[in-house]
């Protein structure tokens, strides 16, 4: 049974481009959460998502920054015009309910030059 | 938002003495706890869990304390070894079930 998997593990950008993070959840999960973490801290909540529907996006910046859950594929994080302080890693959970305990993927490392 | 913070940054231990990880909590609201370890490069590993009904709970080498009274968590590590050198982030479910906050971490060293 695989875990979370997400990709690109690592994804390099210049100023201006975009960004497009992918998470497959574990299997029979069908919650998803995106977080974000810059290099010696910890984890600040994004978004959770079910199929299809955006539950609460609060941590997400109103401007260039969206994400989705599908009825068919990954979740999508997505990055429109990628500034330098994008730059961190991206981590993925997906539960089975929409409560209870987190599994993560590895994380998706945005380095913005 | 939800403050979840940690006493100590860093840790450091001799192998075989056991850890404690301290971590402080600000939503009496919550009601479930976790501490995950995330290795360098690596995303975050569920290690154990306490509700708020319990006090203690324990796993292989692990145990988790809840005092709701001061709204603190603690982790403590038995025999620790050089694989438990990572850093501990205690999370809790604060007023919304559906999201965890993480405190800063504590970065545990142990020195063999």
């Known amino acids: 049974n695989a875990g979370v998997m997400q990709n690109p593990r690592h994804l390099v950008r210049r100023r201006g481009q975009e960004a497009r993070l992918r998470c497959s959840p574990m299997k029979g999960h069908s919650h998803v959460y995106w977080y974000r973490q810059l290099p010696e801290e910890g984890l600040k909540f994004m978004v959770y998502?079910?199929?299809?529907?955006?539950?609460?996006e609060s941590g997400m910046p109103k401007e260039r920054f969206s994400a989705e859950f599908p009825k068919e594929g990954p979740s999508i994080l997505r990055i429109q015009q990628v500034v330098r302080g994008d730059s961190a890693a991206y981590f993925c959970?997906?539960?089975?309910?929409?409560?209870?305990?987190?599994?993560f993927g590895e994380g998706s490392r945005l380095t913005v030059l | 938002g939800e403050s979840v913070g940690l006493h100590l940054p860093t840790l450091s231990v001799q192998e075989g003495d056991n850890s404690i990880i301290n971590c402080a909590y600000s939503?009496?609201?919550?009601?479930?706890f976790i501490w995950y370890k995330q290795e360098s490069g690596k995303g975050p590993q569920f290690i154990i869990d306490?509700?708020?009904?319990?006090d203690k709970r324990q796993g292989q080498r692990v145990t988790v304390l809840l005092n709701k009274t001061v709204k603190h968590l603690s982790l403590q590590i038995a025999a620790t070894q050089p694989g438990d050198s990572a850093v501990y982030f205690c999370?809790?479910?604060?007023?919304?079930?559906?999201?965890?906050?993480f405190g800063s971490g504590t970065k545990l060293n142990v020195k063999p």
């Open positions: 939503n009496s609201a919550s009601d479930y």
């Open positions: 306490i509700r708020s009904n319990m």
């Open positions: 999370a809790e479910n604060g007023y919304n079930f559906n999201k965890f906050y």
């Open positions: 998502l079910q199929k299809e529907n955006i539950i609460d």
């Open positions: 959970a997906s539960s089975p309910q929409g409560h209870g305990e987190l599994f």
